[in-house]
């Protein structure tokens, strides 16, 4: 089975600009995560998706924000850059709400100058 | 009182010794636990989980143990190989409909030949 695939795996961006990463679960898996990790916040959650409903948030603003498609491929989106987005960015998915194990893609490196 | 591991950011092993890291966990409501390994460049991995109602599990070459009295998880590797270098980060959440991974700050694995 092919793992979780996010894209693009790299990214660089202006201040105020915005981006949309993507991430394709593993087949089957309907719930997906978003997680930022920073070498200072470390690996933080941003937000869960599953059967396109927003089902937990972490405390993140609302520039940042996400979606669900009807395939369980999910986007991510952060409006108004701020340096400090600079972080990777983290995709996971698990089987069904109640299955816990939780895999992770390899992530998007987005860079804000 | 019982003793319990410090947590250490990094450790240094030889290769072919037993390594043991130390992970404090913050809720007492979590009830499921992970442990991940996270090479450079790479999205955290999933090494071994374990839930509230248990105190040990064992898997290839790993143990995790759980102490709910004092919250503290340690991930024991058998015989650290080389390919064991990495940062290891021990997660926690809570309740299948309010699953959000909270993870530690991580440890850096070195093995040294």
């Known amino acids: 089975k092919a793992g979780v695939t996010q894209t693009p795996r790299y990214l660089i961006k202006t201040r105020g600009q915005q981006v949309t990463l993507s991430c394709s679960p593993i087949s089957g898996h309907r719930s997906v995560s978003w997680y930022q990790q920073t070498p200072g916040q470390g690996l933080q959650f941003l937000f869960e998706y599953f059967s396109e409903t927003q089902r937990n948030k972490g405390n993140f603003p609302g520039r940042f924000s996400g979606r669900q498609f009807s395939n369980s491929r999910s986007e991510m989106n952060v409006s108004t850059l701020e340096l400090g987005d600079s972080a990777l960015y983290l995709c996971?998915?698990?089987?069904?709400?109640?299955?816990?194990?939780?895999?992770f893609g390899p992530g998007t490196r987005l860079t804000v100058l | 009182g019982e003793s319990v591991g410090l947590h250490l950011p990094t450790l240094s092993v030889q290769e072919g010794d037993n390594s043991i890291i130390n992970c404090a966990y913050s809720?007492?409501?979590?009830?499921?636990f992970i442990w991940y390994k996270q090479e450079s460049g790479k999205g955290p991995q999933f090494i071994i989980d374990?839930?509230?109602?248990?105190d040990k599990r064992q898997g290839q070459r790993v143990t995790v143990l759980l102490n709910k009295t004092v919250k503290h998880l340690s991930l024991q590797i058998a015989a650290t190989q080389p390919g064991d270098s990495a940062v290891y980060f021990c997660a926690e959440t809570w309740g299948a409909n309010d699953y959000k991974l909270s993870f530690g700050a991580g440890t850096t694995v070195t093995v040294r030949a």
């Open positions: 374990i839930r509230s109602n248990m």
């Open positions: 809720n007492s409501a979590s009830d499921y």
């Open positions: 996971a998915s698990r089987g069904t709400i109640g299955t816990d194990t939780q895999y």
